[in-house]
């Protein structure tokens, strides 16, 4: 694969983007500088105390890919308001949160080209931190209302439930499709379709519209995730510029190794299954030509281009413009991307 860029028309690629995808979003591209600065005085305080662990944070803030989605969201249905950078400052923070814990989960040593925090400051730190970041994530949305604080707390319940059923799920060799689309739905999905039902609802949109922004964020955080998990057993760790591979060494079973693992001979499986359990050497090799014999690789390409265009389908809700076609850009992105 080459390097992914979006398509989108010139105009877009003169404001601020994110570096780290390609991507460029500049109708929103002062919003998302407020919401940074939201997110950065939230956490101001804490300079003093620990300083360089605030400051290793920013490493954390690559794609902007949520606040980015809720403000072009808000954007498309009217206008974006104080509460809407209020609201992306607080889903960054449980984003950044979730990144946190998960390389003390994956016992990941590098995020973004830069060592994790639990490599600098070790597990304790890592979950301390995480935590907080939870907790001032829901200080500052109970600064909007109630509804608000109603969303995103059920969007990151979703988060975490998903999260602990990944874990409780690992060494279950016979892990099925559903069981997988069910853990990422909460992991990933629940904070994206969050966010595009906030940007609408705070922008005054009807609950009609809100709901379809919601299934768009949802269906873009699903295509979004296996695209993830195909990075993690094909990617390129100096272009993803994260620990990869994780998943395999855990017993995490993703989407193409499901698929695989239910293609192939019986006998053949239940051998790959305990190469699997027994962290067989040379387990990635033997993995990649077993997901290229039943064709497994390009069947979760497939299912998430098809979960992609479903999410496109959905902002036929909103009027042509500018931000639906950085919206509609951000299917193609989260499929093709390479980190």
Known sequence: MGTVMLSVPPAQHTGTGSKATGLAFAPVASDIEEADRIFDHTLSQYRSPFGSLIEHLRHYRGKRLRPALLLLTAKSCGKVTPQHHTLAAAVEMIHTATLVHDDVLDEAELRRHIPTVNAGWGNKVSILLGDMLFTHSFHLTSTVDRRACEIIGEATNRVCAGELRQVTERGNLNL?????????????????????????????????????????????????????????????????????????????LTLPVIHCLNRLPVAEAESLRAAIRDGESGLGRRVLVALEKSQSLAYARRKAEEIARTARQELECLPRGECRMILEAMTDWSVKREK
Do not use: H, M, P, W
């Open 176 to 252: 099925t499709e559903a069981d997988y689309f069910a853990i990422i739905d909460g992991k990933t999905a629940a904070l994206t379709e969050c966010c595009g039902k906030l940007g609408a609802l705070y922008a005054g949109a009807s609950e009609e519209v809100a709901t379809r922004l919601g299934n768009f964020g949802r269906n873009l955080g699903l295509a979004f995730q296996i695209a993830d998990d195909l990075l993690d057993l094909v990617g390129n760790e100096d272009t993803a510029g994260k620990t990869l591979g994780t998943d395999l060494e855990q017993q995490k």
